[in-house]
């Protein structure tokens, strides 16, 4: 099982972070993006996030430095690279002609046994295994950010999803420290069919001043337990990630419940994504 390579599309936040998930689970990665400034980027985030665990870390004995961490991860834009992996990890942005392009050149390119899982939020597996030859080895995996502090993921099960493909799958992941909650395929699955549901009426009640970013998150925090209130975790994911996956629920179910507030496309229009552009409900 160590040692097996494996193949991840696309270097943003959570592409890196299952990079490096991986590689610190002594698994060979390539890492695939079509821009070299993001896999700069990426391998500069897997440096720095590695190296902090590193000092949060209590067990120093069982601590890879980054550079060990890095020397398991090739970061190149040729697809051509894959044609020996095991198994591909598919995180590009959530727009379906992103993803229709890359599942055919994947099909050309990695060998018949090769498992494709596709790291959504929102897009149907059985829509993205039709894309490919090989629709009884396609996946999903909604891993959760950041991926190497998340301790489970959401596995959805496509219709033709094998069970040597589920067993496959929950071997890397055993691998990887990561437990699985298996669901079968829907758009937006448990997790986000729910959970951008209360995103985007958060956002409606800043919209209707109802109250201030804050005081919506605290009654979730304060009042529910809950460790980031909605608002902060959509600046976490990037606002232009959740209108991307309230769209498409909106146009899977064609329900008026899930339609995206004006507010959350002013502001990604505005280019106020979140954390990663710097501000977003709030600044950092």
């Not at 608002?231 to 976490?236: F, V």
């Amino acid at each position: 099982m160590e040692n097996k390579k494996i193949g991840v599309i696309g270097a943003g936040v959570m592409g890196s972070g299952v990079a490096q998930n991986l590689a610190q689970s002594n698994f060979q990665v390539i890492l695939i993006d079509i821009s070299q400034s993001a896999l700069e980027k990426a391998k500069s985030d897997i440096h720095n996030n590695v190296r902090f665990q590193g000092l949060m870390t209590k067990d120093k004995s069982s601590f890879l430095p980054p550079e060990t961490v890095l020397e398991r991860i090739t970061f190149t834009t040729d697809y051509s690279t894959l044609d020996n992996t095991w198994y591909v990890i598919e995180n590009v942005v959530e727009k379906w002609e992103a993803k229709a392009d890359v599942y055919p050149r994947l099909d050309e390119i990695c060998p018949a046994h090769t498992v494709f899982a596709v790291d959504t939020s929102c897009y149907s597996i059985t829509r993205v295994a039709s894309l490919t030859r090989r629709p009884d080895r396609v996946i999903g995996i909604h891993f959760m950010n950041p991926v190497p502090m998340k301790s489970a993921v959401e596995v959805i099960k496509g219709w033709h999803t094998s069970l040597e493909t589920i067993e496959i799958t929950k071997e890397m992941l055993t691998a990887m420290g990561k437990e699985w909650i298996m669901v079968n395929d829907s758009p937006g699955f448990v997790s986000n069919r729910v959970l951008m549901l209360t995103i985007n009426e958060a956002i409606f009640l800043l919209q209707e001043q109802v109250a201030q970013p804050r005081d919506v998150d605290d009654i979730f925090k304060k009042c529910f337990g809950h460790k980031m209130g909605p608002l902060e975790t959509a600046d976490l994911i990037g606002l232009d990630t959740i209108l991307y996956s309230i769209e498409v629920l909106h146009e899977s179910f064609n329900d008026s419940k899930f339609r995206p507030c004006n507010l959350l496309k002013k502001m990604v229009d505005a280019g106020l994504l979140g954390r990663k552009s710097g501000k977003g409900f709030y600044t950092y």
